[in-house]
Nanobody
Framework: QVRLVESGGGLVHPGGSLRLSCTASGFASDNYHIGWSRQAPGKEREGIGCISMSDGSTYLGDSRFTISRDAGKSMVYLQMNSLKPEDTAVYYC??????????????????????WGQGTQVTVSS
């Protein structure tokens, strides 16, 4: 059974940094992608980026953020720098089984992920 657990959310001042973690379990191999998305109050969920667990290639739409993995621990990290109040949202990690390396962020061109964690709240405020 696939399970995703996010952690690392919290309150941070504008301009600060935060690192979110996503722990994945239930996958028999590295043939899956992990993606991050977020949802702010009153807004639709938006994709942030993704990483291939097999080769570590990433896609990110915001240069302030980076995604990395520790494949041996099935963990993925979302490093967020220069945070702004508009980054306030619940952040989710998702997973999708694949047979190719290049990942697609959740929601991009309607691309769907099969599994999601419960989310972690990030609040950027002074």
């Amino acid at each position: 059974q696939v399970r995703l657990v996010e952690s690392g959310g919290g309150l941070v001042h504008p301009g600060g940094s935060l690192r979110l973690s996503c722990t994945a379990s239930g996958f028999a191999s590295d043939n899956y992608h992990i993606g991050w998305s977020r949802q702010a109050p009153g807004k639709e969920r938006e994709g942030i980026g993704c990483i291939s667990m097999s080769d570590g290639s990433t896609y990110l739409g915001d240069s302030r953020f980076t995604i990395s993995r520790d494949a041996g621990k099935s963990m993925v990290y979302l490093q967020m720098n220069s945070l702004k109040p508009e980054d306030t949202a619940v952040y989710y990690c998702g997973a999708v089984r694949v047979s190719y390396d290049a990942c697609v962020a959740p929601g991009v061109f309607g691309y769907e992920y099969d599994y999601w964690g419960q989310g972690t709240q990030v609040t950027v405020s002074s």
